[in-house]
Nanobody, 119 residues
Framework: QVQLVESGGGLVQPGGSLRLSCVAS????????MNWYRQAPGKEREFVARIRVFSGTTTYADSMKGRFTISRDNAKNTVYLQMNNLKPEDTAIYYC????????????WGQGTQVTVSS
């Protein structure tokens, strides 16, 4: 059974940092593509960052470049999202997403973790 469990969200002041974690289980992590998406209230879900676990190559949405960093720990089947210089507009539910089998297999979602940026 595929599971994606996010953690690390919370309330942070503008300019602060958070690190989100997503622990994956039930599939072959090293052949997956792992993504972070987010959804703000009243808005559509949007892409944040991607890492191809097998190669380590990363992709970011333009608005996150330079502030967010995606990484993975293959030994822990975990993907991270380091978020720095957070802004109020970063407030959203952040979701972990897995594309299996080098992106050719099914896609799964985690339950999400809330990030709130406010003073």
């Amino acid at each position: 059974q595929v599971q994606l469990v996010e953690s690390g969200g919370g309330l942070v002041q503008p300019g602060g940092s958070l690190r989100l974690s997503c622990v994956a289980s039930g599939f072959t992590f090293v052949t997956s593509i792992m993504n972070w998406y987010r959804q703000a209230p009243g808005k559509e879900r949007e892409f944040v960052a991607r890492i191809r676990v097998f190669s380590g190559t990363t992709t970011y949405a333009d608005s996150m470049k330079g502030r967010f960093t995606i990484s993975r720990d293959n030994a822990k089947n975990t993907v991270y999202l380091q978020m720095n210089n957070l802004k109020p507009e970063d407030t959203a539910i952040y979701y972990c997403n897995a594309q299996l089998a080098y992106g050719t297999g099914p896609t799964y979602w985690g339950q999400g973790t809330q990030v709130t940026v406010s003073s």
